[in-house]
């Protein structure tokens, strides 16, 4: 089996996608059993401090040295189950000392798959403005919507306010559930819960639309490499 190297951002995250990998191994590997895992985590402030600047380049200058860290204690495969964070990772994966498994490059395969043909995406303002996703979803085939300025800057205050603290509240949930439905209405048949917290606090249940669970997707795509 391959260790996996998990360069984690933040604290919610990081940990769900962390308790994936652990218990689905079981699944494939036997009781209680899952492959080496490895997390090296800067604080989040010091990631959206640079967000916050658009200094892109220095953002996957610190992915690159979390993954380096990583490396050193054995990873051979590296995630990362933050969405935004890839803008920056874009810019520096070739000069990574490991081979990295994208977020956005496995829910683009899973919605392929699944054969859906436009997505919701959801995640940070940062994330649904950006590149990220749009550049592997288009080549793909599949059209993308985002929800407006006003619900963006909202999902994202509740992301930052709520989400990576921990705190899943019931009307923010049922925001999110509305903002989905809005979103339905324009002709989507899945959303992508593009911000690894966001699986706390909607799921299939909650969710009009079938779900793109990131945190997961990242999780299960790091497992089958390891055990390949």
């Known amino acids: ?11 919610e995250g990081a940990a ?23 997390l090296h985590n800067f604080p989040l402030s010091e990631y959206q401090r640079l967000i916050d600047r658009d200094e892109w380049p220095e953002v996957g200058a610190m992915l690159l040295e979390s993954a380096t860290k990583l490396v050193r204690a054995g990873a051979q495969i590296l ?14 994966r ?17 919605a392929a798959r699944r054969q859906f043909k436009r997505v919701v995406i959801l995640g940070t303002r940062f994330l649904m403005e950006g590149p990220v996703y749009p550049s592997r979803l288009t080549p793909a085939g599949i059209e993308y919507r985002t929800p407006n300025a006003g ?29 989905i439905r809005d979103l339905a209405s324009d002709g989507c048949d899945a959303v992508a819960l593009a911000c690894t ?11 009009s639309l079938p779900i793109l669970d990131s945190t997961r997707i990242i ?5 089958r490499a390891a055990t390949q």
């Open 1 to 11: 089996m391959k260790h996996i190297g998990i360069v984690a951002v933040s604290t």
């Open 16 to 38: 769900l996608c962390y308790r994936t990998i652990c218990l689905e191994g079981a699944a494939v590997l036997g009781p209680h059993a899952h492959p080496e895992v490895s």
């Open 79 to 92: 995630i990362c189950p933050d969405n935004t964070i890839h803008q920056g990772l874009d810019l520096v």
């Open 94 to 110: 070739e000069r990574s000392p490991a081979p990295w498994i994208h977020i956005a490059e496995e829910v683009t395969r899973e």
């Open 151 to 179: 619900q963006r800057e909202r999902i994202n205050q509740i992301i930052y306010d709520e989400l990576v603290r921990a705190q899943f509240l019931t009307k923010s949930r049922e925001y999110f559930q509305q903002v």
């Open 197 to 207: 917290e966001i699986p706390l606090l909607i799921d299939e249940i909650a969710s």
């Open 219 to 223: 999780a299960r795509a790091a497992l």
